[in-house]
């Protein structure tokens, strides 16, 4: 059976796109599933690094394209988890070195091999954004808990919509419960009420992603963090699972208000 | 400031801020519809139905929302009388008096 290709996009940069790729693959992967990770931001790649997968680079997703390499000597092995896979972006290179054509032939490659193809889309909405989102089965969207990214995400649900892809799956990033309680930040009914597409994920901020991410080691390695749960709980709901979605802080009545969400 | 809060409910909160401002940006952001076209709107409304009844023009409000149902272009227009105002404009049709 085919895999699915999954685009993990967002609005505005930095809400934690390629940490939630990265994290999404390594949960998967722990789970048996075999996953390719795509870094789709050509230029400014960064998924290898936060792999930890940066010193094994021989061939990228452009020498693929442009026939420099076969898909198959691009793709790292990662050596922690056998069923775990990264093609990397070039980082010379421009964002129109792959057009929305090559992007679905290769994804379409790896599908045949992979039960999950992750692309690490770029922010914001310029060329590579269509590219990365051009292959998507499925488009998961990362916002945080804040003005500007709700908004950017708005405008980005109004374009996979306007492309004719599946209306994205939400995953709230960063969440801080402390803030949620004093009443300084949206919480999870606020952000769905206000986007109105379904939720997939909630993940609370967690310092332990900063050292992670300077080691090069995935929280979601390992069972012992809070953001690492809930990216292994996004894996299994991925993998269709029924896991109940786990409230961090919320203000009252935030039951009914998110079931009503959930519920659809 | 949070006893406070807990008392006088989550008004005041900045997330409701928040909330509250995203709201607005978000539905003149999802539509092509600017402040401008609004009260172009406005006008010509008021015009039509002053034409026919009677209302405080000064007061209408035109207003365009979004909810669960989709998006909701409401005018609230205060009336003044309800007795039909009668038409001389050129064109229309006049009463007919023998």
């Given at each position: 059976m085919a895999g699915q290709v999954i685009t993990i996009t967002s609005g505005k940069g930095g809400v934690g796109k390629t940490t939630a790729t990265a994290n999404i693959g390594v949960a998967l992967a722990r789970r048996g599933q075999r996953v390719a990770c795509v870094d789709a931001d050509i230029g400014l790649r960064n998924l290898d690094v936060v792999m930890g997968l940066e010193n094994r680079i021989v061939y990228d997703l452009v020498d693929v394209v442009e026939g420099n390499a076969k898909l198959r000597q691009a793709l790292i092995k990662d050596k922690r988890l056998p069923e775990l896979h990264l093609l990397p972006a070039a980082q010379t290179r421009l964002k129109s070195a792959v057009n929305e054509a090559q992007m679905q032939e290769v994804c379409g490659e790896l599908k045949k091999e992979f039960d999950f193809v992750l692309v690490d889309s770029p922010a914001g909405i310029e060329s590579g954004f269509k590219t990365s989102v051009a292959p998507a089965d499925q488009v998961l969207l990362v916002v945080t808990p804040e003005v500007?990214?709700?908004?950017?995400?708005?405008?980005?649900?109004?374009?996979?919509?306007?492309?004719?892809?599946?209306?994205?799956?939400?995953?709230?990033?960063?969440?801080?419960?402390?803030?949620?309680?004093?009443?300084?930040?949206?919480?999870?009914?606020?952000?769905?009420?206000?986007?109105?597409?379904e939720l997939i994920g909630i993940v609370p901020e967690d310092e332990r992603i900063i050292s992670s991410t300077n080691k090069g080691q995935p929280v979601a390695l390992e069972d012992h963090s809070e953001s690492g749960a809930a990216f292994m709980r996004i894996a299994q709901r991925l993998m269709g699972e029924q896991v109940p979605f786990q409230m961090f802080a919320e203000s009252p009545g935030w039951l009914e208000r998110v079931s009503k969400f959930l519920r659809r | 400031m949070d006893v406070f809060e807990r008392i006088f409910g989550r008004s005041s909160s900045s997330a409701s801020v928040a909330k509250k401002r995203l709201q607005v940006i978000l539905t003149q952001d999802r539509t092509d519809i600017s402040l401008e076209t609004l009260n172009v709107l406005k006008d010509e409304i008021v015009s039509?139905?002053?034409?026919?009844?009677?209302?405080?023009?000064?007061?209408?409000?035109?207003?365009?929302?979004?909810?669960?149902?989709?998006?909701?272009?409401?005018?609230?227009?205060?009336?003044?009388?309800t007795r039909t105002v009668r038409v001389r404009t050129a064109g229309a049709r006049a009463p007919r008096r023998t």
């Open positions: 500007s990214s709700v908004r950017d995400a708005d405008r980005v649900i109004g374009l996979i919509e306007a492309y004719e892809k599946p209306t994205p799956q939400l995953i709230i990033n960063r969440l801080r419960p402390a803030l949620i309680r004093r009443g300084d930040m949206l919480d999870t009914a606020d952000v769905l009420e206000i986007l109105a597409v | 039509a139905i002053s034409r026919h009844i009677e209302i405080e023009a000064a007061n209408v409000e035109v207003t365009i929302s979004n909810d669960a149902e989709g998006y909701r272009l409401t005018a609230n227009i205060p009336v003044v009388s």
